[in-house]
C-alpha cells in the first residue's frame, strides 16, 4: 500500500508540474485574458454609448427611440443568461466563452451596416458655401414650399425602418454574445483561485474591463472627428466643421475596429481547459469546493445524470425561490439595480449631456468622458478591492464600507444641479413648449416674405446675442465669403437683428453658452463622485459570492444578472431617454415628420437628468444599509450561539429528532 500510495502521489506531482508548465492552466493568465475581453466587449457595446447623439442627428431618432437601442442588447442577454448560468459546471466554460465573442464580434459589424446601405448624409441644403448659396438667406421671390410631401415622408420612413431594423439586430447579438462571458468568468476565476485572492482577481478584472466604455469614448471621441461620409466624399469638399449643429461624425467606424478587437481576444479561450488546479493547492483538491449544482436540489436527480433543459425548467423555480429568499442576496442586488439604472444614465447620455449643457463638441464630450470619468471609477474599483485584502473585512464591514461610498457619493453629486447653463436665446418660428419671455423669440412677422424652408436648421448668432435656427429666419439679405478657404465670414441687413451697437449682422454657428468656466468644476466634482461610489462594486460582488451556496454561485450570478438587466439595464436608457425628451422645447423637421430635438431647456435638463441619479443613489444608500443591519444581526446571533453553546447544541437535537422518525 506504501509504495502504491508513493507511485500515485509521484504521478500526481508529475501532472501537477506538467500543468504549471502550460500557461493555459493559470488562473493568473485565464485573469488577464478575461480582463482584455471584457474589455474588448465593453469596447463594442461602449461605442454606441459614446456616438449615440451623432447616431440621433444622423437618423433623425428622439432620445427615446435611441434609449430603447442602447438597452434592446438586454433583451438577448436577458433571454438566456439564467439558462446558460444553470450549464455553468457542466459545460466547457472557456470555450463558451470564446464562441460568445465571436458573436459579440458579428453583433458590432452588423451594427455598422446602415452606414453602407443608406446614402450619403444629407444636411440642411441650405448650408453657405461658395458653390452652394442660393436658399442660405432671405429671398422674397421663394415660395417656401415645404419638403413634407407624401413621396418624401414615405421614402424616409421606409430608410428609417430599415436603419431602426438593423441596429436592433445587432444589438441583440450583442446581448447574446456577452451572455457567458461574465458569469462564467467570474466563477471560473472564483472556482480556481485561493480564497485570498479572488477578491483581488475580481477587483482587478472589474477595473481592467471598465476601461472598455473608456477607451470606447476615447475611441468615439477620435471616430467623431472624422466627417461620417469620409468614405463617400472627397475630403476637399467637405464644408461642414466639428463646431457644427449639423457636424455628424463617423460614427460607423469605430465599430469595425472595436470588433476585429474583440476577434483578437477570444482566440485564447480555445485553448483554456475545462478544469485547471487551484491555486496555491494541489490538482487533486482542485475540485472540492465546486460542488455539483444539481446537488442543491434535495436529490430531485442524479448527481451524475446529464442535466437536460426538461430538468431545469422543473427545479429552476425551487433555485430561484431558495436565492431570493436570501435576504442579504437580493437586498444587494436591488442595491446594484439603482446603481445600474443610473450607469446606465451616465453612459448612454452623458456625452450628449455635456455637449448641450456647455456648449462643447460630442468629440470632446466623448474624450471627457473616457479620460476623466471612467478612469476614476477604474480607480473606486481598484481601491475597494485593496481594502477588501489589506483589511480583511468581514462581511458586516463590507456592507458598511458600501454604505459610506454611497453617501459620500451623493454629497458630492447635489453640487452637479447648480453647475450648468441656461437655455440660449434663440429666434424660430414656434418653440414646443412655451418659453419665459427673453428665451425663444417669435420670427414669424420679419421673416415671413423670405421664402424660408420649413425644415431649415443652420444657425447662426446675431449681433444682439439671440440665435436664429438660419440666416433665412433671421431676414439676412446678403452674405459675405472668404472665396480662398470657401467659408461664411458673416451676414448682414438682417430684418429681424436691431442691435443699437453691431447693427443688423450675424455670425455663421451657434452662439454658444456663457458659462462654460463651470465645466470643468463640473468634471472634477463628477469625477469624485464616481470614484467614491465605484469602492463599492467589489465588496458588493464578494458579499453576493460569500452569502451563497458554493455549488450555487453560477447559478446565483445568473440570476444577479438577470435581476438587473430586467430592473435597471433595459429600463434605465429609456426612463432617462424618455426624461431628456421632455425637456426639449423645439424639435426637427425632416419630411414633415419629426426628427431630433434642437434646442433644450438647459435648466430643466441639468435639473431632471442630475436629479433621476441622486435618487437612484438614495434608493441603493437604503437598501446597502438594510444589508449592514441583516449583517449585524447575523453577528450577534452567531455571538450568542458561542457564548451558549448548549442551546444551540439542543435545538440541533431538536431538529434532528423531528428529522429521524420521516426517514425511518
Known amino acids: 500500500m506504501t509504495a502504491s500510495n508513493h507511485i500515485n502521489n509521484h504521478e500526481s506531482q508529475t501532472k501537477l508540474a506538467r500543468s ?32 449615440i447623439s451623432t447616431i440621433e442627428k444622423r437618423f433623425g431618432l428622439s432620445s427615446q427611440t435611441s434609449g430603447i437601442l442602447s438597452s434592446f442588447n438586454e433583451i438577448g442577454n436577458t433571454l438566456l443568461i439564467v439558462f446558460v ?6 459545460v466547457h466554460r472557456p470555450r463558451f466563452i470564446g464562441c460568445g465573442a465571436l458573436v459579440v464580434c458579428v453583433a ?79 466563477s471560473y476565476i472564483d472556482d480556481f483561485a485561493s480564497k485570498k485572492n479572488s477578491p483581488l482577481y475580481i477587483g482587478f478584472l472589474f477595473a481592467v474591463t471598465i476601461l472598455g466604455p473608456g477607451l470606447a469614448f476615447m475611441l468615439g471621441s477620435a471616430m467623431l472627428r472624422y466627417f461620417v461620409d469620409i468614405d463617400k466624399i472627397p475630403a476637399g469638399e467637405i464644408v461642414l466643421t466639428p463646431g457644427d449643429p449639423r457636424w455628424i ?38 475540485d472540492e469546493n465546486k460542488g455539483d449544482l444539481m446537488e442543491v436540489f434535495s436529490n430531485t436527480s442524479d448527481p451524475n445524470e446529464s442535466v437536460s433543459l426538461v430538468k431545469f425548467v422543473k427545479v429552476f423555480p425551487k433555485v430561484l425561490l431558495r436565492t431570493l429568499k436570501n435576504p442579504v442576496y437580493i437586498l444587494i442586488v436591488l442595491a446594484q439595480a439603482n446603481m445600474s439604472a443610473k450607469v446606465c444614465g451616465l453612459a448612454t447620455f452623458m456625452a450628449k449631456f455635456l455637449e448641450r449643457q456647455f456648449s462643447i463638441t460630442a468629440s470632446l464630450a466623448n474624450l471627457m468622458i473616457g479620460a476623466v470619468n471612467i478612469p476614476g471609477a477604474m480607480i473606486g474599483i481598484v481601491i475597494g478591492g485593496l481594502i477588501m485584502k489589506r483589511f480583511r473585512l468581514s462581511p458586516k464591514q463590507c456592507g458598511a464600507m458600501c454604505v459610506c461610498a454611497v453617501f ?3 454629497l458630492f453629486s447635489i453640487p ?68 480662398k478657404e470657401n467659408k461664411v465670414l458673416n451676414y448682414t441687413r438682417c430684418r429681424c437683428i436691431s442691435s443699437q451697437e453691431s447693427g443688423d449682422s450675424a455670425t455663421p454657428g451657434s452662439c454658444g453658452s456663457s458659462c462654460y468656466h463651470l465645466f470643468m468644476p463640473f468634471v472634477v466634482l463628477s469625477f ?39 430592473l435597471a439595464w433595459l429600463p434605465g ?83 434532528n429528532l423531528k428529522i429521524l422518525p420521516s426517514r425511518t
Open 85 to 90: 448560468s444553470y450549464f455553468g459546471s457542466r
Open 416 to 483: 452637479l444641479i447648480f453647475l450648468g447653463c441656461s437655455t440660449q436665446k434663440f429666434a424660430s418660428p414656434n418653440s414646443d413648449q412655451h418659453l419665459s419671455a427673453g428665451a425663444w423669440y417669435n420670427v414669424t412677422e420679419c421673416s415671413v416674405q423670405c421664402g424660408c424652408s420649413k425644415t431649415a436648421f443652420n444657425p447662426i448668432c446675431g449681433a444682439d446675442g439671440v440665435e436664429y435656427i438660419s440666416p433665412c429666419y433671421a431676414g439676412c439679405e446678403a452674405v459675405a465669403f472668404n472665396y
Open 108 to 186: 458590432g459589424i452588423t451594427m455598422c451596416l446602415p452606414h453602407f446601405i443608406m446614402g450619403p448624409y444629407e444636411y440642411d441644403k441650405s448650408v453657405a458655401s461658395v458653390y452652394s448659396n442660393a436658399t442660405d438667406i432671405c429671398q422674397p421671390s421663394l415660395s417656401g414650399q415645404s419638403e413634407s410631401d407624401s413621396q418624401c415622408v414615405t421614402q424616409t420612413g421606409k430608410e428609417n425602418n430599415q436603419v431602426l431594423f438593423i441596429l436592433f439586430i445587432g444589438q441583440f447579438l450583442l446581448g447574446v454574445g456577452g451572455v457567458p462571458i461574465q458569469p462564467f468568468g467570474i
Open 528 to 566: 469624485f463622485a464616481g470614484t467614491l461610489v465605484s469602492t463599492s462594486q467589489t465588496p458588493s460582488v464578494m458579499l453576493i459570492l460569500r452569502t451563497v451556496n458554493p455549488s450555487e454561485k453560477s447559478l446565483a450570478i445568473g440570476i444577479q444578472f438577470m435581476l438587473l438587466r430586467i
Open 573 to 655: 436608457p429609456v426612463i432617462f431617454g424618455s426624461m431628456i425628451d421632455s425637456t426639449c422645447i423645439r424639435w426637427g423637421k425632416k419630411c414633415g415628420s419629426k426628427a431630433s430635438c434642437q434646442y433644450y431647456d438647459n435648466n430643466l435638463l441639468r435639473q431632471r437628468y442630475i436629479g433621476l441619479q441622486i435618487l437612484f443613489d438614495i434608493g441603493a444608500l437604503i437598501l446597502f444599509t438594510a444589508v449592514f443591519f441583516v449583517l449585524r444581526h447575523k453577528d450577534k446571533v452567531g455571538a450568542e450561539a458561542e457564548k451558549n453553546p448548549e442551546i444551540h447544541t439542543l435545538t440541533e437535537k431538536e431538529q
Open 20 to 51: 504549471c508548465r502550460n500557461p493555459f492552466n493559470s488562473i493568473k493568465v485565464f485573469v488577464v485574458c478575461h480582463s482584455l475581453l471584457q474589455l474588448s466587449q465593453l469596447l463594442v457595446s461602449g461605442f454606441l454609448k459614446s456616438s
Open 408 to 410: 459620500c457619493c451623493i
Open 249 to 286: 461624425g463617423a460614427w460607423w467606424l469605430g465599430f469595425i475596429l472595436a470588433s476585429c478587437i474583440v476577434a483578437l481576444a477570444s482566440i485564447p479561450y480555445f485553448f483554456f481547459p475545462k478544469e485547471m488546479p487551484k491555486e496555491l493547492e494541489a490538482a487533486e483538491d482542485a
